[in-house]
């Protein structure tokens, strides 16, 4: 009786090891899940330890004594089973491995190759993110230090999630309990807003919420999104989640589900995705190809970034990639995210693995969809057009956020924000792809792109006529003020037509002495909302 009662005692000990180690560390029940290995072939051995370990007696002069009739019949066949676990594991780490599957990693993403001029257009400025993730988090605290109701109680998340709302790429973050204190104080009423940062404007808000976020990352139980998830799906592994809005603005977890398309956990892409409403923890489990398009981030960039490694260095097998490395191509050090088809794609250079500091082209990955588009465009790699645009301010101190591509008067352009030492953006530049020795520097967008289209029109890389301006006269209809980026801009509107006419103040002062009814003459650049204005008389 005596027997039965400790082994039972034990059981119950293991059982609760057991569920204290999944509800912290919360492994899926899946095959294809490393942790769950982990789980099984520590949680078997320490079964064996414990039952044959009870069998031995250890007496004080040193000798051991085995107390079982019946042999080590249960500790050879608990370590065999062990051993079998342990085999599988490295069978199947080896059969999951590109050495024996290059092809298929390869092929485990589907690139189309374009035309620069043709598929890129050139994207207004309001379509531009003028701010990196770092510049983000310093609006993001700064706005919440003025938050007087919630800055002793919640702290800002740093996720900052970029996605395109209302067709502007913005960043949105949630707010997260200050301490395990402030949670307990706070956890009944749950989080009260989230934050949202316009990246072409740098206007950010603090969204209060009608119904509070009770779902995130920064709950300790239950509430936990990565306990309430696994909990709702004991199955599933997920990938690294993102926290989005829908168009109504409604905050939602976005939970990718990993799929491994060779071996046990091998060529992982994604196959499902789970939606959580971080307000009320409802959730909804789709496959990839059914996602809503409000939805933006279901790959992230370094697991496109990773499959576009494998497509580019893998082409002639996985022992040339190591040695001959013939046409072998990689992403370089660093990416960026760009709005386009109301879609956040993913851009970084292209280089070979040799490193010879220069693109071959670049690649644009669509995070909702994994369409990957290459660009064959051979020029400088991004640090080194960050460093030509650092040293034309570096009597300033500027340091330049990783660039953008744009096209610029159907040039690749690369585009990159200055900042200064506290991180705020205090200049624009524009570096030319093929020859980063062209840089131009503005203080707005406008008078970058200004003087960027002059410098390549003075170096004839662009047709003269690629730069010429136009010339209106007529009366004005209507002229309206308004403020970019801290610059005051006149609109005006001319009799009989329906182009709006952009008067930088900076540029024309004497534009304060016109108004409706007026007879004006301009010149200007055509552009695709406005026409820039280069001159008045």
Not at 206 to 218: G, M, Q, W
């Amino acid at each position: 009786m005596k027997k039965l009662l400790k082994k039972l005692v034990l059981l119950l000990v293991l059982a609760l090891a057991a569920f204290l180690y999944y509800y912290v560390a919360l492994p899926a029940f899946n095959i294809h899940s490393i942790e769950t290995w982990f789980f099984l072939i520590v949680g078997w051995l320490v079964l064996v330890l414990l039952f044959s370990f009870r069998k031995f007696d250890f007496s004080r002069k040193g000798t051991v004594q085995y107390h079982d009739k019946k042999g080590f019949s249960f500790t050879k066949a608990g370590l065999a089973v062990l051993g079998i676990m342990i085999l599988v594991l490295a069978v199947g780490t080896l059969l999951s491995s590109p050495i024996i599957n290059a092809r298929r990693y390869q092929g485990l993403l589907k690139v189309e190759e374009r035309e620069f001029s043709e598929d890129i257009p050139q994207l207004d400025y309001d379509q531009i993110p003028l701010l990196d993730k770092d510049s983000a988090e310093l609006l993001g605290n700064r706005k919440m230090g003025s938050m007087v109701e919630y800055v002793s109680q919640f702290e800002v998340s740093s996720l900052y999630t970029q996605i395109n709302y209302k067709e502007k790429p913005v960043r949105v973050t949630p707010l997260v309990y200050a301490s395990p204190i402030k949670w307990l104080t706070n956890q009944s009423g749950g989080i009260p807003a989230y934050i949202r940062i316009d990246m072409t404007t740098q206007e950010t808000e603090c969204v209060k919420l009608e119904k509070p976020i009770r779902y995130s990352e920064s709950e300790y139980f239950n509430r936990n999104i990565y306990r309430h998830l696994r909990f709702r799906y004991p199955t599933y592994i997920f990938d690294s989640i993102s926290f989005e809005i829908d168009d109504e603005g409604t905050p939602y977890w976005i939970c990718p589900v990993k799929k491994f398309n060779i071996g046990l956990w091998g060529g992982q892409t994604i196959g499902k995705v789970v939606l959580c409403n971080a307000q009320t923890g409802e959730c909804t489990s789709m496959d990839v190809q059914d996602v809503p398009e409000w939805v933006d981030r279901v790959y992230s960039a370094d697991l496109l970034i990773q499959l576009y490694d494998y497509y580019g260095s893998l082409r002639h097998g996985y022992f040339n990639s190591i040695l001959g490395q013939k046409d072998c191509l990689r992403t370089t050090e660093g990416y960026n995210y760009i709005a386009m088809d109301d879609d956040v794609w993913v851009y970084t250079g292209v280089t070979s693995v040799s490193g010879d500091q220069s693109n071959v082209g670049f690649v644009l990955m669509n995070q909702r969809t994994m369409e990957t588009r290459y660009y064959a465009c051979a020029g400088a790699e991004e640090f080194s057009a960050m460093s030509s645009a650092e040293g034309q301010v570096q009597h300033l101190g500027y340091k330049a956020a990783f660039p953008l591509l744009l096209n610029i008067a159907d040039e690749p352009t690369y585009f990159l924000a200055l900042k200064d030492e506290a991180g705020l953006v205090k200049k624009y530049a524009m570096v030319n792809v093929q020859r980063y020795q062209i840089v131009a520097i503005g203080d707005t967008v406008p008078e970058c792109e200004e003087a960027y289209i002059s410098l390549l029109n003075d170096n004839n890389i662009i047709a003269e006529e690629s730069a010429e301006t136009q010339k209106r006269s007529g009366v004005i209809a209507r002229i309206v003020e308004g403020v970019i980026d801290g610059n005051t801009h006149y609109y005006i509107f001319l009799e009989g037509s329906e182009s709006i006419f952009d008067v930088a103040l900076s540029d024309f002062v004497e534009i304060v002495r016109y108004q409706a009814g007026d007879r004006i003459t301009l010149e200007y650049l055509e552009g695709e909302k406005t026409c820039r204005v280069t001159g008045i008389s």
